[in-house]
C-alpha cells in the first residue's frame, strides 16, 4: 500500500464518518473502521482531522492572455501550485474562441500551453463567440470537452452573442447533450452605463458597481433560461451575484428546467463597499461586487440547496496591470484572485457562522461540480476506485488572510485582514502529496488533462 491515513474523520457529500483511508497506485484502495494491521509505505496518523474530496474550482482563469501576451499574474504553473495550497486537486479553466477563429484549434493551443506546466489537474470549458463553427462541437466532445460557454455582453470585446446567435448555439447543444454556461449580463444597459458614467466624469471605482446594476444580470438570466426552456438544454448560471438572480435559478429548478447555478467567495463576503478607499480599483471583476441584502439572499439559497456550486472566478493582476489606481473604471483590467483561499474562507462562513454541514461544503466545493462537469465519480468522491484527490483539514487552525502567507504572484489580496478557523493541511493527488505542512513536496508538473463525459440526457 502506497498511503494509510488513519483516525480522521472522512466526509463526503452524504455524511461524515470516522474511519481510516487506504491509498494505493493513485487509487483510493479501501476504507475501514476500527484498527486493522496495514503494511504502507507512508501513514500518517489524522486524529481530529478532516479528510475531504480534494476542492473542483470549475471556473478560473489563468495565463490569461491578450493579442498573444500572458496579462495575468499568474501561469498555469504559479496558480495551480497556489491552488494546490488551497486544497484545490482540479480545476477547469476556458479556451476562448477568438472570433472568426476555430475553436477547436484554440482548445489545442491553451491545451498546448498548459500542458507539463499544471501542478494539479484540470481540464478546459470552451467559450465560443460566434456560430461559424458549430460543426466542431463533436470534434472538441471527442477530445473530453463537454462543457461550453457564452456571453450576453462584452460586445465590445467581441465576445457577446446576439439573441439569434444564442438561440442557434443553444439548439446545437441540445443536438450533442452539452452543458452551456452563461455570462450573464445585459449587453446594452452595461455599455451605455458605461458610457453614461464615463460622459458625466463619474469614474471612480464604485462606478463600476453603478454602471451595471442588477437588473442587468436579472434581464440577462431571465431571458437565457427562456431560452433553455424552449431549447431543453442543461444551462448553467456563472458567478451569481444578485439576489434576483438565485431567485430565477429558484423558479427554474420549480419548474422543472435542467438549469444549475454558481456564487463566488467574494459575492458571499464582500461587498460594494470594497470598491471605496486607495485600494477599492483592485476589487474591480465583474459582474461587481453588491449588497449586503444580495449577501443573504445568496447564502439563503445555498443553504437552501438552490445554488448548485461555489467557484472563485480567479483571475489575478498586479497593482501595475490596474493601472495603480489612476486609471478609469472602465479601463481597469476586470479580476481578483480566490483559488488559495476559497475553501477556508468558506468553511469559516458555512460552518462556523451559518451552521451548516460539512457534507454540505463538500458537495458545493467538490462532489457537485464533479457531477455538473463530467467528472464523477473520478474525482470529487471517497469511493473506493476514486482518484485519491483528498485533503486532510484541520478545522481548529487559525489564519489571519494576508498576502504574506498566501502563493499567488501579487503583493495584495482582497480578503486581506478576515481572520479564518480552519486551514488544509495536506493536498493529495492521485495519490501523490503535493502539499504538506506549508511546504510544497510533491512534483511540480504531476497534473493531467481530465477528459470529461456527457452528463445526463
Not at 484572485?337 to 454541514?357: A, F, R, V, W, Y
Not at 467528472?375 to 483528498?390: Q, V
Not at 478557523?421 to 502539499?435: A, N, Q
Request: charged share 25%; net charge neutral.
Amino acid at each position: 500500500m502506497d498511503l494509510l491515513i488513519k483516525e480522521g474523520t472522512l466526509v463526503d457529500s452524504t455524511r461524515s464518518y470516522q474511519a481510516n483511508i487506504c491509498i494505493d497506485q493513485g487509487k483510493i484502495h479501501s476504507i475501514f473502521e476500527g484498527s486493522k494491521q496495514i503494511q504502507a509505505d507512508k501513514v500518517i496518523n489524522a486524529k481530529d482531522l478532516l479528510i475531504f474530496p480534494g476542492v473542483i474550482d470549475s471556473h478560473v482563469h489563468f495565463q490569461l492572455q491578450d493579442l498573444g501576451k500572458i496579462i495575468s499574474s499568474d501561469t498555469f504553473a504559479s496558480g495551480t501550485h497556489a491552488a494546490a495550497f488551497g486544497g484545490v486537486t482540479t480545476v477547469i479553466d476556458f479556451a476562448d474562441q477568438t472570433r472568426g477563429e476555430s475553436p477547436y484549434k484554440g482548445f489545442l493551443d491553451r491545451k498546448k500551453n498548459a500542458d507539463k506546466q499544471v501542478a494539479i489537474d484540470y481540464s478546459l470549458h470552451v467559450s465560443l463567440t460566434d456560430t461559424d463553427f458549430l460543426d466542431e462541437i463533436p470534434l472538441l466532445i471527442k477530445e473530453g470537452v463537454t462543457s461550453f460557454k457564452f456571453f450576453t455582453s462584452y460586445s465590445w470585446r467581441n465576445l457577446s452573442l446576439d439573441d439569434f446567435d444564442l438561440i442557434k448555439l443553444f439548439q446545437e447543444m441540445q443536438k450533442n447533450r452539452c452543458l452551456l454556461m452563461g455570462h450573464c449580463e445585459n449587453d446594452i444597459l452595461v455599455l451605455k452605463g458605461r458610457q453614461s458614467l464615463v460622459k458625466r466624469g463619474k469614474t471612480d471605482p464604485i462606478y463600476h458597481a453603478y454602471s451595471r446594476p442588477h437588473i442587468v444580470e436579472e434581464e440577462a438570466i431571465q431571458r437565457v433560461i427562456l431560452f433553455a426552456k424552449k431549447t431543453g438544454i442543461k444551462l448553467h448560471i456563472a458567478h451569481i451575484t444578485t439576489k434576483e438572480g438565485g431567485e430565477l435559478l429558484a423558479n427554474a429548478k420549480l419548474q422543472g428546467l435542467k438549469v444549475t447555478g454558481e456564487t463566488c467567495p467574494h459575492y458571499l463576503l464582500l461587498n460594494e463597499g470594497a470598491y471605496n478607499g486607495p485600494k477599492g480599483y483592485l476589487n474591480i471583476m465583474s459582474p461587481p461586487l453588491r449588497h449586503t441584502k444580495d449577501q443573504q439572499g445568496l447564502l439563503d439559497y445555498i443553504k437552501d440547496k438552490i445554488i448548485d456550486q461555489i467557484v472563485t472566478d480567479h483571475c489575478e493582476f498586479s497593482r501595475e496591470s490596474k493601472g495603480s489606481g489612476n486609471l478609469p473604471f472602465e479601463k481597469i483590467v476586470n479580476g481578483i484572485p480566490g483559488i488559495e483561499t476559497s475553501l477556508p474562507l468558506m468553511h469559516d462562513l458555512l460552518i462556523n457562522k451559518l451552521n451548516l454541514s460539512y457534507s454540505q461544503l463538500v458537495n458545493l466545493m467538490s462532489t457537485q461540480p464533479a457531477k455538473l462537469f463530467g467528472l464523477y465519480p473520478k474525482k470529487g468522491s471517497l469511493e473506493i476506485g476514486a482518484d485519491a484527490d483528498l485533503i486532510i483539514f484541520d478545522p481548529t487552525l487559525k489564519r489571519l488572510i494576508s498576502p504574506e502567507i498566501l502563493h499567488y504572484n501579487i503583493d495584495w489580496n482582497p480578503f486581506e485582514g478576515i481572520k479564518v478557523v480552519g486551514w488544509p493541511i495536506v493536498t493529495i493527488l492521485r495519490g501523490k502529496i503535493l502539499v504538506e505542512n506549508g511546504e510544497f513536496i510533491g512534483p511540480s508538473n504531476y497534473g493531467q488533462f481530465q477528459k470529461r463525459n456527457l452528463v445526463g440526457k
